[in-house]
């Protein structure tokens, strides 16, 4: 069974930096795409970034491009995203994907002074 | 970017009804499409990909159809458990968009 767990979500300072983990188990961790998501509160589904499973090819929504930075360690079988210079408009809960069809529970990240 | 745009945006009906959703993209994305279902504090759940192929465990009431711009998701005869929000998602190219969803509610 596919399991993905995130971690890492907090309230945090506009301008601040907060790192995102999410463990996988139940498959082959380093030969699937991994995404993350997000979701404010009462919004819909926003897509964020996503990493090939050899970390070779990466992909972000223009919003978070040199903000946001997604890795994942393949021994670990865990996947990241490096979230800095943080503003309210980022306030969502934020969704671990393989390949947008597993999903994990989310983790919460609330940006606010 | 593509704009997937999807109607209604929210939709009342009762168990045992049909019901039909569309999702139109801003351009052709070949048959690049799927569709999620989120119930209330949940994550989302994917149910199909390739604008019509079941994933593993979803019920048969379930369809989807569609290619290059406009699709459909439909459930045949609802459930009390289908009452959810639905989204459409497109990979056909980066970023990766979603519909708006539609809320489907209990008449």
């Known amino acids: 069974e596919v399991q993905l767990v995130e971690s890492g979500g907090d309230l945090v300072q506009p301008g601040g930096s907060l790192r995102l983990s999410c463990a996988a188990s139940?498959?082959?961790?380093?030969?699937?795409?991994m995404d993350w998501v997000r979701q404010a509160p009462g919004k819909g589904l926003e897509w964020v970034a996503n990493i090939k499973g050899d970390g070779s090819e990466k992909y972000y929504v223009e919003s978070v491009k040199g903000r946001f930075t997604i890795s994942r360690d393949n021994a670990k079988n865990s996947l990241y995203l490096q979230m800095n210079s943080l503003r309210a408009e980022d306030s969502a809960v934020y969704y671990c994907?393989?390949?947008?069809?597993?999903w994990g529970r989310g983790t919460l990240v609330t940006v606010s002074s | 970017d593509i704009q997937m745009t999807q109607s209604p945006s929210s939709l009342s009906a009762s168990v045992g009804d049909r019901v039909t959703i569309t999702c139109r993209a801003s351009q052709g994305i070949r048959n690049d499409l799927g569709w999620c279902q989120q119930k209330p504090g949940q994550a989302p759940k994917r149910l199909i990909y390739?604008?019509?192929i079941l994933l593993s465990g979803v019920p048969s009431r379930f369809s989807g159809s569609g290619s290059g711009a406009e699709f459909t998701l439909t459930i045949s005869s609802l459930e009390p458990e289908d009452f959810a929000t639905y989204y459409c998602?497109?990979?056909?190219?980066?970023?990766?968009?979603f519909g708006q969803g539609t809320k489907l509610e209990i008449k």
């Open positions: 390739g604008a019509s």
């Open positions: 994907s393989r390949s947008l069809n597993d």
């Open positions: 139940g498959f082959t961790f380093s030969s699937d795409w």
């Open positions: 998602l497109q990979y056909n190219s980066y970023p990766r968009t």
